[in-house]
């Protein structure tokens, strides 16, 4: 009888290792998936990181664009036909003598509630 006591103990012994053994493995491959998923430096914060990278690249590649498009104005400027042209649009700037002519359209509502208010013709 004590030969199979202690058969049925071993056996008792060796089911709670096994157990034992699986709870730790559980507990470690929970572990390793938050620190490779959810920490710091892991999946999610790599793909935030990504995504961030990727937009800011997308506002690097506007903002060389628009620096070519300015360095190109700033060499016309030394042609004095242009400076005098940016001049004549941007500013409104004329020759002495010279008289400007300019055509302003009507506002398209303006006029359609103008024509709604006039009295009929007879």
Do not use: C
Request: hydrophobic share 35%; no cysteine; charged share 40%.
């Amino acid at each position: 009888m004590a030969g199979r006591g202690e058969t049925l103990h071993a056996s008792r012994a060796r089911r709670r290792r096994t157990i034992l053994r699986a709870v730790a493995v559980v507990v470690l491959l929970g572990a390793l998936t938050y620190l490779f998923v959810f920490s710091r430096h892991g999946y999610l914060r790599r793909r935030e990181l990504a995504r961030e990278n990727e937009r800011l690249q997308h506002e690097l590649d506007q903002l060389q664009a628009e620096n070519v498009r300015l360095r190109e104005e700033l060499e016309s400027l030394d042609d004095p036909e242009a400076v005098e042209k940016l001049a004549r649009e941007k500013l409104g700037l004329v020759r002495e003598g010279e008289t400007v002519y300019r055509f302003v359209e009507k506002d398209k509502n303006r006029k359609n509630a103008e024509e709604k208010a006039a009295p009929p013709k007879p």
